[in-house]
Structure formats: C-alpha cells, structure tokens
C-alpha cells in the first residue's frame, strides 16, 4: 500500500470518529442567548422538528399547532378609530356566535359610545370577558390574540404579556401593516384556519430590559470629614420590548453622553442624540430610519444604532442574541437622559442609573399569512417600497450599435 493511500484511509477513519462524536454530543442549544419557549398561552406550541440542530431552524418548518382546540381569543382594537367597529363587531360576532369562543376585550375598547351604545350588539358585549391593562392578568386564559389596527397595536398586544405569549393573527387595518399580514376581506376563513391548527409562525424576539433606578446620597467619608457619593437603590423596572429600546437626550440642547457596557466590558461611549437598542423585528422601524440595515426576524441578534452620532465613523453594529449590554450616564455627561420601550412608558435617566438589555425567552409567535421568508420581503415591498425604482429602457440591436 502506498504512502498515499495509508493517508487517505487515516483520514477517512479521523473523519468517521468525529461524526460519530459529533453525533453523541453535539449542541441542541446556541451558545449565545436563551433557547425560547416552545409553548404559546395555555394551549399552543410550535411542531418540534427532530431535524433542527440547535434551536435555529429553516424559518420554513416553523409550524403552529395545538395542544387541545382553542376556546378562548382576546381581540385587541385601536382606540377611538371609527373605521374599526364595524370590523370589530363583525369578528365578534362570528367569533361568539359561530366558533362558540370566549372572547377577552379590553373594559376601555367597551367604553365607546358607540359600541357600548349600539343596542343590536348588546347581547354579543354580553359574552364578553373584560379585563384592564395593568390590573388583570390574563397569562394563562387567552389561547390566541386577534389584533385589528396596525404595527403599534401589534406592539401594544405583546406589552400586555410579559411572559409567555399567545400566537398572535394580526389584521392589516392600520396606516403601515409591516407587522400585519392578514386582510380582513376573508376573516372568517383565515380564522377558521388558525384555529384549525398547522399554520406558518414567525418567532418574533424581544428584549428583556431592567431598569434600576437610583439616588445618590451624600455621606461622611474618613476621620477628615470629607465627603462621599453613595448610590441607593430605589426601584427596579422590569420590561418585555418588541421593537426597540430608545435612550436620547430628551429636551435638552446637550449631546447625550451615554456609556455602553457588553458583558460587563465598556465598548463606547455614545455622544450624540442617543442610541437604539432593536430586536430584528425592530430593525425596520426606528433603527432603519436612522441608518441601520434591515434584518429579517428569524436572525438571532441585536443590533445597536447611535442617532445622529457626533463621530464620522461611528456606524450601527449587530451583536450575538445572548450578551448582556449596559447603558449608564458617563460621570461626565452635562444633562440626563430618557429611555422609551417601544414608544412608551418614557422615564429619566439620572446618573447612578442602569438599564441592562438582553434577549428575552419569550418570543412573540406572529402567525404568518404565507410563510416567513415571503411575508417579510412582501413587507418590504409593499410598505417601504424597498428598491422601487424606474426600470431602464430595453435596447435594440440597432442601438447597441451606437
């Protein structure tokens, strides 16, 4: 046998080893970040695939089903938006009457006039279960979630579960609709379906942000009497984000001048307006309107977008899913700073303050009209018109001579 060959059958065989140990230990989870949940709500769950090697998988084996038939739906209405009642009590009806649902509204959407007023759907408001943000927890009674408005109202459904969150079916009846595939023209089909099982899931991230709030105390320092800072904790604030986390300067004329810990490591200090914290979902909202690229959901990751950066060079960068970032006021900053989660519940930001962001392991389960790759490029298209433009004209042969 010829030195060569000796080689090959070596190599062959060191290959064949690691295979099989490959085989034996390989990972069933990412090393960076949280595995998410696989449950939804009460009753549903995502088809396991015994193909998927970690927990990332083809976007296109992602598949919705139950565990028992669903029996409960919370529908989630814009708020004083006339061109919503009537498809808010057209699915009402359908859902009530004809699925023989338990529907969960919220007690401020039954206090319109003219949906509380409206004696012919006094029997359907009836059946309803009300419920108040803030106050009920409804976790574990909703099977699935029915949003009818745009992205923000799909935004607002995930902010009411800080936890484990029911599919959501959300209907484009909104001014956006990048998050709301479903049109309403063949609601009662598209339901039907969902309810039926085995349709397309998307597994939207979001990001678990805690804010520690602090003050700073004044206290006697060494036999001499001077004096020292101390911080004392004075609240802790603990938030579920879909979209993005949003530090800026607030009303004052001042750069913000923020400090950005990963995993405990200063990477930047930020001197600008301030700075995006997105999930991928959030990636085509404010943090693209500020100059960073667009990533699709399924990507495990989170992107970090100064706004308007006094640094030529400072550029948006994408980070692992599992670390752990910081911000804090810099000892030198001139002013505070304010924090917004998703657009809401906005809070200063005092030095000796902290937020800590990390991906969070419950996913939103948007329940997709096609699939997830061609639900999101069709988004792309549809609402921000990506690479829309004029076509150039087709030459003929006798102008490609010229």
Not at 167 to 173: I, N, S
Not at 279 to 303: C, E, F, L, R, W
Request: proline content about 5%; aromatic content about 8%.
């Amino acid at each position: 046998m010829s030195r060569c060959s000796k080689t090959f059958d070596w190599y062959i065989k060191l290959i064949t080893c690691f295979s099989l140990s490959f085989k034996c230990f390989r990972r069933n989870q990412s090393l960076h970040g949280p595995s998410p949940v696989t449950t939804f709500g009460p009753k549903a769950c995502m088809l396991q695939n015994p193909h998927a090697v970690m927990h990332i998988q083809d976007p296109a084996s992602q598949r919705l089903t139950w565990n028992k038939p669903p029996k409960s739906v919370l529908v989630v209405k814009k708020i004083q938006d006339a061109s919503l009642l009537q498809p808010f009590k057209e699915l009402c009806v359908f859902l009530t009457e004809q699925k023989n649902m338990i529907v969960y509204v919220e007690s401020k959407v039954l206090a319109d006039t003219a949906i509380a007023g409206d004696e012919s759907f006094g029997a359907v408001i009836q059946k309803f279960c009300t419920f108040r943000e803030d106050l009920d927890d409804i976790s574990n009674r909703v099977d699935f979630i029915i949003c009818l408005g745009g992205d923000g109202t799909l935004l607002y459904a995930s902010s009411l579960f800080q936890e484990s969150v029911p599919p959501v079916m959300a209907f484009h009846l909104g001014s956006l609709g990048f998050l709301t595939p479903f049109k309403f023209d063949t609601y009662q089909s598209q339901v039907t379906q969902i309810i039926e099982g085995n349709t397309a899931i998307i597994l939207r991230s979001r990001l678990r942000v805690r804010v520690v709030k602090k003050g700073i105390i004044m206290t006697n320092g060494d036999s001499e009497g001077s004096l020292s800072l101390v911080n004392m904790a004075l609240g802790v604030l603990v938030q579920q984000v879909l979209n993005e986390v949003v530090v800026d300067r607030g009303p004052s004329s001042y750069l913000s001048n923020v400090d950005l810990f990963l995993d405990g490591h200063l990477i930047t200090t930020v001197q600008g307006d301030g700075v995006i914290v997105s999930t991928p979902t959030g990636s085509t909202a404010y943090a693209v309107a500020a100059g960073a690229s667009m990533i699709h959901p399924n990507v495990p990751a989170i992107m970090i977008t100064p706004i308007c950066p006094h640094s030529l060079s400072f550029r948006p960068i994408v980070v692992p899913a599992g670390v752990e970032l910081k911000i804090m006021l810099s000892r030198d900053a001139r002013n505070t700073a304010w924090v917004s989660f998703d657009g809401r519940k906005r809070q200063e930001i005092c030095h000796g303050d902290s937020i800590t962001i990390t991906t969070s392991c419950f996913p939103v389960p948007s329940i997709c009209f096609r699939d997830p790759v061609n639900d999101w490029f069709e988004s792309l298209s549809q609402c921000l018109h990506w690479n829309v433009r004029k076509k150039q004209n087709y030459l003929s042969s006798e102008e490609e001579e010229f």
